[in-house]
């Protein structure tokens, strides 16, 4: 829907309307749209659409780009055509209980669905035919003799400057972000990502990293928030609506000191958070021939080893980079975790070679259910992840993997298995701890 919106825009042509002086463009389309309010026979509405064609084919705007601001405002036309034609008085056509049609609502309801379609492209004839400094320029000099009684004129033509090159920033920003949360699990069009994986039975709705903003190191000062913030409150207000357990990705966390932190939290059922995680270890990377990549740019590492409780046992939680230690996951499982979760995004230089395998070794090595979620992948982003969210079983099988397109996938996780395969393959209870050992300690 904004995407569609064309006022402000420019539309590069060469035509009669693209060399018209911007003042003569102006005054014209005020002109044109004083003409739609003050007609009201047949005639003026035909002379109006008469000129609105001509003025369309002079353009060169392609009609369907032309047209395609019409549907921002299709819920205000409806709107505006149903209160004319259920509220103006007059001869009743039809009634049903309180409601009632008559023969001026229907009148005055075609007339302003008329003005208002006018209106917008008569418009957007001007701003798609002239720049905005064309416009401005154009405006400067059509109001200047206002100086004259200390009319600013100048700021008044800089404000609409302002206002006319924020619209298509604004909607290039606004598809930007669109585009990011798509490709993390937002779903505009077929509705909520999370509905669909309660609908399917889910009791825990895990979600990718850094789910909120673009993966770039300089965007996470930006989009950071301090725990309790909106975000987390939106993200406990969804497991508590839903009735889940939420891990809720990673988002960019920043505490009292200014530290910015990829941080995951869990929340239990009733929307409590039970658990939080901040990324140990930074991803710095320069892959020759591949991907660079900085976080400690503008990231903080964690120093926490995190593991949460549930209803169904023991559950721990890393991102991304994490999962390629093999003492974290470990000191995880000596805590008791039956499930190791890792909100990810490889990408696609290790994401191809290994993510399947390091998710199914973690499994293995640990004798866990690993689960992987991960970010769909955006080509247009500066960062394309791998995608492939991914889900393994304590011997090491794959229960599921997704593709890099945004999409839900629900897997049952049975931990009595878990017991299951440490007493037939007792890998735990073989270290030797004589020899060797793994611990924690505070700095």
């Given at each position: 829907?904004?995407?569609?919106?064309?006022?402000?825009?420019?539309?590069?042509?060469?035509?009669?309307?693209?060399?018209?002086?911007?003042?003569?463009?102006?005054?014209?389309?005020?002109?044109?749209?004083?003409?739609?309010?003050?007609?009201?026979?047949?005639?003026?509405?035909?002379?109006?659409?008469?000129?609105?064609?001509?003025?369309?084919?002079?353009?060169?705007?392609?009609?369907?780009?032309?047209?395609?601001?019409?549907?921002?405002?299709?819920?205000?036309?409806?709107?505006?055509?149903?209160?004319?034609?259920?509220?103006?008085?007059?001869?009743?056509?039809?009634?049903?209980?309180?409601?009632?049609?008559?023969?001026?609502?229907?009148?005055?309801?075609?007339?302003?669905?008329?003005?208002?379609?006018?209106?917008?492209?008569?418009?957007?004839?001007?701003?798609?035919?002239?720049?905005?400094?064309?416009?401005?320029?154009?405006?400067?000099?059509?109001?200047?003799?206002?100086?004259?009684?200390?009319?600013?004129?100048?700021?008044?033509?800089?404000?609409?400057?302002?206002?006319?090159?924020?619209?298509?920033?604004?909607?290039?920003?606004?598809?930007?972000?669109?585009?990011?949360?798509?490709?993390?699990?937002?779903?505009?069009?077929?509705?909520?990502?999370?509905?669909?994986?309660?609908?399917?039975?889910?009791?825990?709705?895990?979600?990718?990293?850094?789910?909120?903003?673009?993966?770039?190191?300089?965007?996470?000062?930006?989009?950071?928030?301090?725990?309790?913030?909106?975000?987390?409150?939106?993200?406990?207000?969804?497991?508590?609506?839903?009735?889940?357990?939420?891990?809720?990705?990673?988002?960019?966390?920043?505490?009292?000191?200014?530290?910015?932190?990829?941080?995951?939290?869990?929340?239990?059922?009733?929307?409590?958070?039970?658990?939080?995680?901040?990324?140990?270890?930074?991803?710095?990377?320069?892959?020759?021939?591949?991907?660079?990549?900085?976080?400690?740019?503008?990231?903080?590492?964690?120093?926490?080893?995190?593991?949460?409780?549930?209803?169904?046992?023991?559950?721990?939680?890393?991102?991304?980079?994490?999962?390629?230690?093999?003492?974290?996951?470990?000191?995880?499982?000596?805590?008791?975790?039956?499930?190791?979760?890792?909100?990810?995004?490889?990408?696609?230089?290790?994401?191809?070679?290994?993510?399947?395998?390091?998710f199914r070794q973690r499994a293995v090595d640990n004798q866990v259910y690993t689960i992987g979620a991960a970010p769909a992948?955006?080509?247009?982003?500066?960062?394309?992840?791998?995608?492939?969210?991914?889900?393994?079983?304590?011997?090491?099988?794959?229960?599921?993997?997704?593709?890099?397109?945004?999409?839900?996938?629900?897997?049952?996780?049975?931990?009595?298995?878990?017991?299951?395969?440490?007493?037939?393959?007792?890998?735990?209870?073989?270290?030797?701890?004589?020899?060797?050992?793994?611990?924690?300690?505070?700095?």
């Amino acid at each position: 829907m904004i995407r569609d919106i064309t006022i402000g825009q420019y539309y590069p042509a060469k035509s009669v309307l693209h060399r018209l002086d911007p003042r003569t463009k102006f005054l014209g389309t005020l002109g044109f749209l004083i003409s739609v309010f003050l007609f009201h026979t047949f005639l003026g509405y035909a002379v109006a659409t008469a000129f609105l064609v001509a003025m369309i084919a002079i353009s060169k705007v392609p009609v369907k780009f032309m047209f395609k601001g019409l549907k921002a405002i299709v819920m205000i036309l409806l709107i505006t055509v149903v209160f004319n034609i259920i509220l103006t008085p007059g001869e009743v056509l039809w009634r049903f209980g309180i409601i009632k049609v008559t023969r001026e609502g229907l009148v005055l309801a075609g007339r302003m669905a008329i003005r208002l379609v006018y209106l917008v492209i008569g418009s957007s004839i001007m701003t798609l035919t002239t720049t905005p400094n064309q416009l401005t320029d154009g405006l400067e000099r059509l109001l200047r003799p206002l100086n004259k009684i200390r009319v600013p004129v100048h700021e008044i033509a800089m404000m609409m400057s302002i206002a006319l090159r924020f619209i298509p920033i604004l909607l290039e920003e606004t598809d930007k972000i669109m585009k990011a949360q798509i490709a993390r699990g937002a779903d505009f069009e077929n509705g909520n990502l999370i509905q669909k994986a309660k609908n399917s039975g889910a009791d825990l709705v895990c979600l990718p990293e850094m789910f909120n903003c673009p993966y770039e190191t300089p965007n996470f000062p930006v989009y950071a928030e301090k725990a309790g913030g909106p975000v987390w409150q939106a993200l406990s207000d969804l497991a508590k609506e839903f009735g889940i357990y939420f891990s809720a990705g990673s988002v960019p966390e920043c505490d009292q000191d200014g530290h910015v932190f990829n941080t995951a939290y869990v929340f239990d059922r009733r929307g409590k958070q039970i658990a939080r995680h901040r990324k140990v270890h930074l991803f710095d990377i320069d892959v020759k021939g591949g991907q660079y990549f900085k976080e400690s740019d503008t990231l903080t590492p964690g120093d926490q080893v995190t593991v949460f409780d549930t209803e169904f046992g023991k559950m721990g939680l890393c991102i991304c980079y994490d999962f390629r230690f093999p003492e974290l996951a470990r000191l995880m499982v000596d805590e008791g975790a039956q499930v190791i979760i890792a909100p990810a995004a490889f990408n696609m230089t290790t994401g191809p070679l290994h993510w399947e395998l390091m998710f199914r070794q973690r499994a293995v090595d640990n004798q866990v259910y690993t689960i992987g979620a991960a970010p769909a992948r955006d080509l247009n982003a500066g960062y394309h992840s791998w995608g492939h969210s991914i889900a393994a079983d304590p011997w090491g099988k794959v229960l599921m993997e997704m593709e890099e397109k945004p999409a839900v996938k629900v897997v049952e996780l049975d931990l009595d298995e878990v017991k299951k395969v440490r007493e037939q393959l007792p890998l735990l209870k073989h270290r030797r701890g004589d020899i060797y050992a793994l611990t924690t300690f505070s700095l």
